[in-house]
């Protein structure tokens, strides 16, 4: 695109900021008169703004309370050393978590946005992209220190409270810090927009998760922690009551290089990618988003997974094996679904095997939130899992080039992901005992979920009727949660679990396996009528 | 022998959304090995029709019965011996054109006449995109994917909705073989088309099912 751009003279370029006054002159002037036909207040943005300020104000430090108490039950170890390892690693896997969404907002069109209109402008080479986009890059960088700084404070809050109600500075720095390194997803981000730098990105991502990881598999193996940290945290975030281990030296290195980092994502934001940014592609992410999001707001929850585009699928060379294909042809089929997506199995394993383990860690004198994260963990590995099983129930008549009934072809789509989950599960129970019913039990209430979920992908029109409540029309709460009604349930019954205990024992076994024999009929019920 | 008794039965059957007729009384019999080209101008009912015999649909008054069934109920009891093609295929988008076809062999196993899926290829002239994805096909390869495909599954009843959407005249005659083979393997066959060739082709092996134009809204 910019060697598209570098064919026009640079004299014969519109000025992009005049065109875009005249443009944004326009739409107020339309605006007025659509508003004064339909004798509505031509004042409905500003007062849409008054409700977003508001809106912020009322519910943002009840965010951050909230933050900071899930900061506060975070499980750290107790050692001084250790407790810094746990931080740095708990930082690298949530700076690791942000560049995964950032590379799934470049599928999306974002983080840059730019307009079908400007996309064409700037491809036509009359405006130049970095003219269309800088200050949209100045904004993100801004948006994302300020949403860096809130979540560090809130974590430090909750993590070392009294560290920072007796030194401001420390909160101070923490948000200083964290607003620097924020700056390195969204710089994944919009580096995944560009064609030339997307592996670059894919790496960086990879390299924080895999830092992250390694270093809490060493925490919990009690490897030395001092093996694979690389700096330390107790200096800002302190410890109960344990001292600093590092020197002012490495303090002052370690600041240094967040701004460094921080300087140059910045750099990158501003001033080197919006020159490379992919515009179109860009433009047909964002056109994309905007008809999934139409697509929710009219109870479609298929639309959802068109917002990240057509999925490349690898391994074409491998076929559908031969043998299995003449005893279970639809175990045959989700097989070879897996082998053409490697990167999202391997990642798939490594969230479901982190979910599991978790689970059987919460289950074991663990904290709720541990069990939670992890049941969470394992519910989005499935999602993969079960690919072949959503492709199914996305057919416009799922099953319809099969033999038996639907509940038939369920239970064949069903084997791969039961299988790949029991292996995680096991995996996950191996070496002990304690914890492994609770796991089997999460495992188990995810694949029924997964196909539950996959069974509806339209919301039922009832949700939409208003709800008068003392706040207004709360239908389309309904209907968000209609949408998230599978991480609901998961997550609702890994909390039940935990709050039973291992000595609930049978009951509660029962209890659960039957919600999710009645889960997976009404699953079957559905793909028989669609 | 008795003739073997209707695959179709339609008596007198409607369909109205809030106070719009789609579709106007309505009779038609269909039996093994016979055609019906479903017929009329965009609005007439066509695809109403297909679906109300699909048992995706209830009439507003009338009856419709397949395979000896209220339609609706065969739709879940007889699903094995009636193909349907409304509305797009029932794809996967990880498996190529060639493995959705293996993979429909392999599931209907020893109930599959054949041919074989690289004979079925050819006579589609679909053997240069053998590889592909569904998602990577042309608009024109994917219609001709979707009708190879749907009359490749075993099937008594076959419903096709306008298969000649997006084909271009040669592609029209590959798609007016493909029908002509269904019906010579004993099936019956109902088929809304604006195609007049296929409109011929399927009277001469059967009936013509005229629909009328919509009425003023």
Same mark, same amino acid.
């Given at each position: 695109?910019?060697?598209?751009?570098?064919?026009?003279?640079?004299?014969?370029?519109?000025?992009?900021?005049?065109?875009?006054?005249?443009?944004?002159?326009?739409?107020?002037?339309?605006?007025?008169?659509?508003?004064?036909?339909?004798?509505?207040?031509?004042?409905?943005?500003?007062?849409?703004?008054?409700?977003?300020?508001?809106?912020?104000?009322?519910?943002?430090?009840?965010?951050?309370?909230?933050?900071?108490?899930?900061?506060?039950?975070?499980?750290?170890?107790?050692?001084?050393?250790?407790?810094?390892?746990?931080?740095?690693?708990?930082?690298?896997?949530?700076?690791?978590?942000?560049?995964?969404?950032?590379?799934?907002?470049?599928?999306?069109?974002?983080?840059?946005?730019?307009?079908?209109?400007?996309?064409?402008?700037?491809?036509?080479?009359?405006?130049?992209?970095?003219?269309?986009?800088?200050?949209?890059?100045?904004?993100?960088?801004?948006?994302?220190?300020?949403?860096?700084?809130?979540?560090?404070?809130?974590?430090?809050?909750?993590?070392?409270?009294?560290?920072?109600?007796?030194?401001?500075?420390?909160?101070?720095?923490?948000?200083?810090?964290?607003?620097?390194?924020?700056?390195?997803?969204?710089?994944?981000?919009?580096?995944?927009?560009?064609?030339?730098?997307?592996?670059?990105?894919?790496?960086?991502?990879?390299?924080?998760?895999?830092?992250?990881?390694?270093?809490?598999?060493?925490?919990?193996?009690?490897?030395?922690?001092?093996?694979?940290?690389?700096?330390?945290?107790?200096?800002?975030?302190?410890?109960?009551?344990?001292?600093?281990?590092?020197?002012?030296?490495?303090?002052?290195?370690?600041?240094?290089?967040?701004?460094?980092?921080?300087?140059?994502?910045?750099?990158?934001?501003?001033?080197?990618?919006?020159?490379?940014?992919?515009?179109?592609?860009?433009?047909?992410?964002?056109?994309?988003?905007?008809?999934?999001?139409?697509?929710?707001?009219?109870?479609?929850?298929?639309?959802?997974?068109?917002?990240?585009?057509?999925?490349?699928?690898?391994?074409?060379?491998?076929?559908?094996?031969?043998?299995?294909?003449?005893?279970?042809?639809?175990?045959?089929?989700?097989?070879?679904?897996?082998?053409?997506?490697?990167?999202?199995?391997?990642?798939?394993?490594?969230?479901?095997?982190?979910?599991?383990?978790?689970?059987?860690?919460?289950?074991?004198?663990?904290?709720?939130?541990?069990?939670?994260?992890?049941?969470?963990?394992?519910?989005?590995?499935?999602?993969?899992?079960?690919?072949?099983?959503?492709?199914?129930?996305?057919?416009?008549?799922?099953?319809?080039?099969?033999?038996?009934?639907?509940?038939?072809?369920?239970?064949?789509?069903?084997?791969?992901?039961?299988?790949?989950?029991?292996?995680?599960?096991?995996?996950?129970?191996?070496?002990?005992?304690?914890?492994?019913?609770?796991?089997?039990?999460?495992?188990?209430?995810?694949?029924?979920?997964?196909?539950?979920?996959?069974?509806?992908?339209?919301?039922?029109?009832?949700?939409?009727?208003?709800?008068?409540?003392?706040?207004?029309?709360?239908?389309?709460?309904?209907?968000?949660?209609?949408?998230?009604?599978?991480?609901?349930?998961?997550?609702?019954?890994?909390?039940?679990?935990?709050?039973?205990?291992?000595?609930?024992?049978?009951?509660?076994?029962?209890?659960?396996?039957?919600?999710?024999?009645?889960?997976?009929?009404?699953?079957?019920?559905?793909?028989?009528?669609? | 022998?008795?003739?073997?008794?209707?695959?179709?039965?339609?008596?007198?059957?409607?369909?109205?959304?809030?106070?719009?007729?789609?579709?106007?009384?309505?009779?038609?019999?269909?039996?093994?090995?016979?055609?019906?080209?479903?017929?009329?101008?965009?609005?007439?009912?066509?695809?109403?029709?297909?679906?109300?015999?699909?048992?995706?649909?209830?009439?507003?008054?009338?009856?419709?019965?397949?395979?000896?069934?209220?339609?609706?109920?065969?739709?879940?009891? +007889?699903?094995?011996?009636?193909?349907?093609?409304? $509305?797009? /295929?029932? &794809?996967?988008?990880? !498996?190529? *054109? #060639?493995? @959705?076809?293996?993979?429909?062999?392999?599931?209907?196993?020893?109930?599959?006449?054949?041919?074989?899926?690289?004979?079925?290829?050819?006579?589609?002239?679909?053997?240069?995109?053998?590889?592909?994805?569904?998602?990577?096909?042309?608009?024109?390869?994917?219609?001709?994917?979707?009708?190879?495909?749907?009359?490749?599954?075993?099937?008594?009843?076959?419903?096709?909705?306008?298969?000649?959407?997006?084909?271009?005249?040669?592609? +029209?005659?590959?798609?007016?073989?493909?029908?002509? $083979?269904? /019906?010579? &393997?004993?099936?019956? !066959?109902? *088929? #809304?088309? @604006?195609?007049?060739?296929?409109?011929?082709?399927?009277?001469?092996?059967?009936?013509?099912?005229?629909?009328?134009?919509?009425?003023?809204?």
């Amino acid at each position: 695109m910019s060697a598209l751009a570098g064919h026009v003279d640079d004299g014969a370029r519109v000025p992009y900021r005049r065109w875009r006054r005249w443009v944004g002159s326009l739409r107020r002037r339309a605006l007025v008169v659509r508003a004064a036909e339909s004798g509505g207040d031509p004042h409905d943005r500003v007062y849409l703004g008054y409700g977003v300020v508001l809106l912020a104000l009322v519910y943002g430090p009840i965010l951050w309370s909230a933050l900071a108490q899930a900061a506060a039950a975070l499980p750290l170890p107790a050692g001084a050393e250790e407790r810094s390892a746990a931080l740095v690693a708990g930082a690298a896997l949530a700076l690791g978590v942000a560049c995964l969404a950032g590379l799934a907002a470049a599928r999306a069109g974002g983080p840059l946005w730019t307009s079908p209109e400007e996309s064409a402008f700037a491809l036509s080479g009359q405006f130049r992209p970095r003219d269309v986009l800088r200050r949209r890059a100045v904004l993100l960088v801004v948006g994302a220190g300020a949403l860096g700084a809130f979540v560090a404070t809130a974590a430090t809050q909750g993590i070392a409270p009294e560290q920072a109600g007796d030194a401001p500075a420390v909160l101070l720095a923490g948000a200083v810090g964290a607003a620097a390194l924020a700056q390195v997803p969204l710089a994944v981000g919009v580096a995944a927009q560009t064609s030339r730098r997307r592996g670059a990105a894919r790496g960086v991502t990879a390299l924080l998760l895999a830092v992250g990881l390694l270093e809490l598999l060493a925490l919990a193996t009690d490897a030395g922690a001092q093996a694979v940290v690389l700096a330390c945290a107790e200096p800002v975030l302190g410890g109960p009551g344990g001292s600093c281990t590092l020197s002012v030296p490495v303090m002052v290195g370690a600041a240094l290089l967040a701004a460094l980092v921080g300087a140059a994502s910045v750099g990158l934001v501003v001033r080197v990618l919006p020159d490379e940014l992919d515009v179109d592609r860009a433009a047909a992410g964002q056109a994309r988003t905007v008809t999934a999001g139409r697509g929710l707001v009219g109870g479609e929850s298929g639309a959802l997974a068109d917002v990240l585009g057509p999925r490349a699928y690898g391994g074409r060379r491998a076929g559908l094996p031969r043998r299995l294909l003449r005893r279970a042809p639809l175990v045959a089929r989700d097989l070879l679904g897996l082998r053409r997506r490697p990167a999202a199995l391997a990642a798939s394993l490594a969230a479901g095997l982190a979910g599991a383990l978790l689970v059987r860690a919460g289950a074991e004198d663990g904290p709720a939130l541990v069990t939670v994260a992890g049941a969470a963990a394992l519910y989005g590995a499935a999602r993969t899992w079960a690919d072949g099983l959503h492709a199914f129930a996305a057919q416009p008549q799922p099953g319809a080039l099969l033999p038996g009934s639907a509940g038939r072809a369920v239970a064949g789509h069903a084997v791969v992901p039961a299988a790949l989950a029991l292996v995680v599960a096991g995996a996950a129970a191996a070496g002990g005992a304690g914890g492994a019913l609770a796991v089997l039990l999460v495992v188990v209430t995810v694949l029924a979920v997964r196909a539950w979920v996959a069974g509806a992908t339209a919301a039922p029109p009832g949700l939409f009727t208003p709800m008068a409540t003392p706040n207004g029309d709360m239908a389309m709460l309904v209907v968000g949660a209609w949408y998230l009604r599978g991480w609901l349930v998961v997550l609702a019954v890994a909390w039940l679990l935990h709050r039973a205990g291992p000595g609930a024992g049978p009951a509660v076994a029962m209890s659960t396996l039957a919600l999710a024999a009645a889960l997976a009929a009404a699953a079957v019920r559905r793909f028989a009528r669609a | 022998m008795p003739p073997p008794g209707p695959l179709v039965e339609v008596r007198a059957a409607t369909r109205t959304h809030g106070t719009v007729q789609v579709l106007g009384p309505t009779t038609l019999t269909l039996r093994p090995g016979e055609a019906a080209a479903v017929v009329g101008p965009n609005g007439a009912g066509k695809s109403t029709l297909l679906r109300l015999v699909a048992g995706k649909d209830e009439p507003t008054s009338g009856d419709v019965r397949v395979l000896g069934l209220p339609a609706g109920q065969a739709r879940l009891r +007889r699903r094995e011996d009636v193909a349907v093609l409304l $509305g797009g /295929l029932s &794809a996967y988008p990880d !498996l190529t *054109v #060639a493995e @959705h076809l293996r993979l429909v062999a392999s599931a209907w196993a020893g109930r599959h006449p054949g041919p074989g899926v690289d004979a079925a290829l050819a006579a589609a002239e679909l053997e240069r995109v053998r590889d592909q994805l569904p998602g990577e096909l042309s608009s024109g390869e994917g219609q001709m994917f979707a009708l190879v495909t749907t009359l490749y599954r075993p099937a008594r009843l076959v419903l096709l909705d306008e298969p000649e959407q997006r084909l271009d005249a040669r592609w +029209r005659a590959v798609a007016r073989r493909l029908v002509a $083979g269904a /019906l010579d &393997a004993g099936r019956a !066959l109902l *088929v #809304a088309t @604006h195609d007049p060739d296929l409109r011929a082709d399927l009277a001469l092996r059967g009936q013509e099912v005229e629909l009328a134009a919509p009425g003023p809204r």
